[in-house]
Every structure is written in C-alpha cells, then in structure tokens.
C-alpha cells in the first residue's frame, strides 16, 4: 500500500500516556471476554485528565462519522424529557455517549500510534482463553457432568458470548489470509477453528447469522487481493465447514436448534416482539418512548405468547431505536450504520490498509445483523464491540480521505 507523506506517528504533544496504553491492553483482552469497565475507567481517568491538562484535546473534530454519532446523541437526549421513565433514558444516554467518548477515542489513538496489531493479538489470545472456558463449560454439560446446556464467557452469557467467538473467528481468519509467516497461519488457523467451535457451543441463532454474512463479505473484500490469500480463505472455510457437520452430527440439540433459524413457528416470541415494538413506533412515531423503557412500554400491550413475560430491548436495533426514539431516531441510527459501511466499502475499493479495511468491515456488518435479532446495542457489553469496530472503519475512512488529497504524481508505487 503507498504510504502518505507526513509523521508517521503522533507528535509527543499528543502521544498516549502509559495508563492509557495499559487502557488499551485491558481492554482488547476484556472486549474478548465481555468485560471492559475495568479498561473504561483506566480510560476515563486519563481522558480527564488531558482535559485540564492539554487545550488542543477539548477540539472536537467533526468527520461524517462523528456528525452522525453526535447528531443521533442529540436526538437521544432531546426526547428524554418525553420518556416514560425520563432518570432511565437519561442515564441510559449519557452512559452510551461517555463510553462512545472514550472508546472512540482510545481506538483512534491505538491505530495512530502503530499498536493496532499488537492488540489484535490480544484479542485474539484472549477470545481462544474464552473459547477453551466456554468448550469446558459447555462439554461437562454434555458429559453431565454440571456445566451450561449453552456455552458462555466468564463475564457475559450466551448470545453476547457468540456475536465475540464469532468476530474473533472473522479476525482470525482475516490474519491467516494476510499472515507471512508459518507460526502466524498456524496460530490464526488454530484461533479461528477453537472461536469458530465455541461459537457453534453458544447456540446463538443471531450470532451464527451474523458470521455467516461477516465471512461472506470478507471473501468478497478478499476476491480482490491476491489469489493466495482468497485459496487461504477457502482453506479455512472448509475447515470451519468440517467442525460445523462434526458438532451437528456429536449433538443433535445443536442441530435442532440452528434449524429453527428460518423456521417462523419456532420464532413466534420473536415476531411478537416486533409486532409490539412496531406498534409503540405507531403510537409514538415522534420522540418514542424513551431509550431504556421498553421493558414499561412492552408490558402495557397485550400480546398472545408469554404475556407476563417482561421483555428489556426489541431483539431489533432499527425498531428498538424507533420505539425508544421515534421514527427520526431509526432514520438516525441507520444513517450512523450507513457511515460504517459505507466507510468500509470506501476503504476496500481503494485498496486502502488491505490487511485491515476487509476484516474491520466484515466485523462491523457481523455485529450489526446480530443487532436484527438480539442484543441491545447500548448495553455495557455491546458498546464498545459496536464502537471499536466503528472507530476503526472511521479511522480507516480519514486515511482513505487523505489519500485522496495527495496528488496522484505524488503517490509513491505500492
């Protein structure tokens, strides 16, 4: 890839402090096992710091994708007032722009500084740890032996578990594709078949989906590499298909349970919920009701399945945000999605950090069509999955901009 002109690190005015660093290694570890308050307090607390300390920190820099996160805060915090439980969508807001703050910002200066790859070795070190606790678990279930009849991470439970085994196996398999070395494609290969396995063990529907489309477009983003690269791809896929077949034919529940996927008889509690969260958008299509009180307004409707049981988000990140925000917050959040993607396109037809721009795409999409069926994308788990992989695509999208600026004379050959 041609390098820009200029520093190629940041000036020490604007270097990271070492708790920050210390941050950000808390933090890829923890993203990989669901926790990550520890990493955003160490982030806060440095974040405040530069505050009082460097007046250049306190400039916002308004790029599309900060216009669209910053617009759609602003919307989230104007239609609190009107909130059922105002102190819940107030909280609520406040939270996801803070740790949107700081993950943000964390992500930016750790891809600045070089340390990028480092950190998604830890990551991935972390989530094959996770992997191997969640097999554990979930074989002494199998063996009856106690054990969960789905397999978790030590700080968060199954769905949220499988949307993380399912980005570690994307990264994985995006390093195996652009690895140089032997012990690099054998600790990817091995990384991306124990994710991929604990993945399978968490039976999470939506976080199966979401791998399948996530993979499928970093083989496309990878058709446009070296052929190499795309052979490695197909390696591991079949691979992957291998232990996808020897899980389904060792544990028929597992089988039986991805089946129901397509199946609408077997997701009626599912489609109650939307019809429900559709019909609060109906009734207040214009500041909603409130983020956080979905749980208040799915209770006051009636609804044929499970009608006492309480239901915290709409298992929909476009309904749950136009249920909660009205119809101008689901324009929102899509436009906030639509920058992501489009960010990532821009980057893969550019050719712009090849190694990185395909697998940071394929992440992001991964994780938002999980977001169709389960999660609440403002949870303390969700967040900073959501905005490190935004974070990365908008950082991505600055590089590709600045391509652009330099003229093409003066762009040096890859």
Same mark, same amino acid.
């Given at each position: 890839m041609p390098e820009l002109p200029g520093p190629r690190f940041a000036p020490a005015a604007t270097r990271p402090y070492r708790a920050e660093v210390v941050g950000w290694y808390v933090g890829a570890a923890g993203l990989a096992l669901g926790h990550t308050l520890v990493a955003q307090l160490v982030l806060l607390g440095c974040a405040v710091y530069r505050l009082l300390t460097d007046p250049g920190s306190r400039r916002v820099s308004l790029t599309p994708s900060t216009a669209a996160l910053l617009v759609l805060a602003a919307w989230m915090l104007g239609t609190a007032p009107f909130a059922w439980k105002p102190a819940n969508a107030f909280g609520s807001t406040l939270g996801a722009m803070l740790t949107g703050w700081l993950i943000l910002g964390a992500t930016r200066k750790a891809a600045s500084s070089? =340390? $990028?790859?480092?950190?998604?070795?830890?990551?991935?070190? *972390?989530?094959?740890?996770? /992997?191997?606790?969640?097999?554990?678990?979930?074989g002494m279930f199998v063996l009856k032996r106690g054990g969960v009849p789905r397999a978790q991470l030590p700080f968060v439970g199954c769905n949220t =578990? $499988?949307?993380?085994?399912?980005?570690?196996?994307?990264? *994985?398999?995006?390093?195996? /594709?652009r690895a140089a070395r032997t012990p690099q494609k054998l600790a990817s290969g091995a990384c991306a078949a124990l994710t991929f396995a604990a993945l399978m063990a968490t039976q999470s529907r939506g976080a199966l989906v979401g791998f399948v489309v996530g993979l499928a477009v970093l083989v496309v983003a990878l058709l446009y590499s070296r052929g190499r690269r795309v052979a490695r791809a197909i390696l591991v896929l079949t691979v992957l298909t291998v232990l996808l077949v020897a899980f389904s034919l060792a544990y028929p529940p597992i089988r039986a349970r991805y089946a129901t996927i397509l199946n609408p008889a077997a997701n009626q509690d599912r489609l109650d919920i939307w019809r429900t969260a559709l019909a609060i958008m109906n009734d207040h299509p214009v500041v909603g009701v409130g983020v956080n009180n979905f749980r208040?307004?799915?209770m006051a409707y009636p609804h044929a399945r499970n009608p006492i049981q309480e239901q915290?988000?709409?298992?929909?990140?476009?309904?749950?945000f136009g249920a909660a925000t009205g119809i101008?917050?689901?324009?929102?959040?899509?436009?906030?999605?639509?920058?992501?993607?489009?960010?990532?396109?821009?980057a893969c037809s550019l050719g712009i950090l090849q190694g990185i721009a395909p697998s940071a795409l394929a992440v992001f999409v991964a994780l938002v069509v999980h977001l169709q069926f389960d999660l609440s994308i403002y949870s303390i788990d969700m967040l900073p999955l959501f905005f490190v992989s935004y974070g990365v695509l908008a950082w991505i999208a600055e590089r590709a901009q600045g391509r652009d600026r330099v003229p093409r004379n003066a762009r040096v050959a890859p």
């Open positions: 070089g =340390a $990028g790859a480092r950190l998604t070795t830890v990551f991935l070190a *972390a989530a094959s740890a996770g /992997a191997v606790y969640a097999l554990v678990g979930f =578990a $499988g949307t993380i085994m399912a980005i570690a196996t994307i990264i *994985a398999i995006g390093c195996l /594709a208040e307004a799915y915290p988000f709409a298992h929909n990140v476009f309904l749950e101008p917050g689901l324009v929102l959040v899509g436009w906030v999605i639509a920058v992501g993607v489009a960010s990532g396109l821009r």
